[in-house]
């Protein structure tokens, strides 16, 4: 789900956008990109990101939540497969994302109990969320700089805000999750968790792009 952040980059450089001619030599906004291309690449990450939850959404709506979860299963088996056939290293976050279907998937297919899936969305938001605070407190890593500083300059304390947004962020989706799981049906559920999800984090990500926007115009003007 991380790959739509450059989303947010997007919006800043749109908000704040200037000829050329007016741009410093020294602009961090200088260097010339692929606006379409790098938007290309996002979508297209994001739809492999999704592609476990697609999956179990279309298994879902044409059998029941025991076959979407096998299937969501050996989706995300697949992906794991194919990114380390084509890049040779797995992404922590695409292990995170497998245990996390692998135990919650597992026990639902085991005890026969949804469940355990409809914990496993909360269960990975939290992890995300755990990740970004316990890399920027314990490890003084921050992880969305780390994605993201390539493509933008900001000052160290509006990077920790940017950091720790996104956990909040997660913490609150996995709260969301359980109240739709457990306050409506199942049906409504699944739905929620594909298109209430993304939905979500695209607001927020536009959110985010405004935020940045306002800093970048500032760094503009200096």
């Known amino acids: 789900m991380l790959a ?23 602009s961090h906004l200088s260097k010339p990109h692929n606006a379409p291309l790098c938007q290309l690449v996002t979508f297209m990450k994001l739809v492999f990101d999704l592609f476990p939850v697609i999956l179990f959404f279309v298994a879902y709506k044409v ?30 976050m695409l292990w995170i994302s497998f245990g996390i279907i692998a135990v919650m998937g597992g026990a639902t297919l085991l005890f026969h109990d949804p469940t355990f899936i409809k914990w496993k969305p909360t269960v990975l938001y939290w992890s995300f969320a755990a990740v970004l605070i316990g890399a920027e407190f314990l ?3 921050n992880l969305i700089r780390a994605m993201m500083e390539q493509q ?68 503009e003007k200096k």
């Open 152 to 219: 933008l300059t900001l000052p160290d304390m509006v990077w920790t805000r940017l950091s720790l947004s996104w956990a909040a962020f997660f913490v609150l989706m996995g709260l969301a999750n359980l109240y739709v799981a457990y306050n409506f049906s199942e049906n409504t559920w699944v739905n929620f968790k594909l298109f209430g999800g993304l939905g979500l984090m695209l607001v927020f990500v536009v959110v985010q792009g405004l935020f940045l926007s306002r800093f970048v115009g500032n760094e």
């Open 63 to 92: 059998t029941d939540i025991y076959i979407a979860t096998g299937v969501a299963i050996a989706a995300t088996i697949a992906q794991i497969a194919w990114v380390k056939l084509r890049h040779g290293k797995v992404d922590k």
């Open 139 to 141: 490890f003084k890593r």
């Open 4 to 26: 739509i952040l450059p989303f947010a980059l997007t919006q800043a450089e749109k908000a704040t956008a200037v000829p050329t001619r007016d741009r410093g030599l020294d």
